[in-house]
């Protein structure tokens, strides 16, 4: 079969709509599709921010009053003194929690074995 000239049926190439198959590269077909599309890059700078942020709360150093606890013992209490160290995580005293109005009789050093905790009895809050 041989094709017909368009201007032999008086037709401009110009005024002819011939469907295209195929859209251009990330076009979507739906409004829905391309709505989802930027849900989706909107929740993933919310999740970048997200790490970064517990990236910093997990790696930041505690303040004196701050709770900690020794993950090998489960020793934890309030933070009395911070010793820094040049190479490694500082050096953390607690005075140990036994209650909330019962204070600790106890200091102890958790040296670098230490993560931050939310204040005891705060948590179910």
Not at 48 to 77: H, K, N, Q, Y
Request: glycine share 8%; with cysteine; aromatic share 6%.
């Amino acid at each position: 079969m041989s094709a017909i000239p368009l201007s032999m049926i008086g037709l401009s190439e110009a005024s002819t709509q011939i469907p295209k198959l195929l859209e251009p590269a990330g076009h979507s077909c739906t409004k829905r599709a391309e709505d989802l599309k930027a849900r989706i890059d909107d929740l993933r700078v919310q999740l970048r921010e997200a790490e970064e942020e517990l990236e910093r709360e997990e790696s930041r150093i505690p303040a004196i009053g701050d709770f900690v606890r020794c993950p090998l013992t489960g020793f934890f209490g309030q933070v009395t003194k911070v010793t820094p160290r040049p190479h490694s995580r500082p050096w953390v005293e607690i005075l140990l929690y036994l209650g909330e109005d019962l204070p600790g009789h106890a200091q102890i050093d958790l040296f670098g074995n230490w993560e931050l905790i939310d204040r005891p009895g705060q948590a179910a809050l």
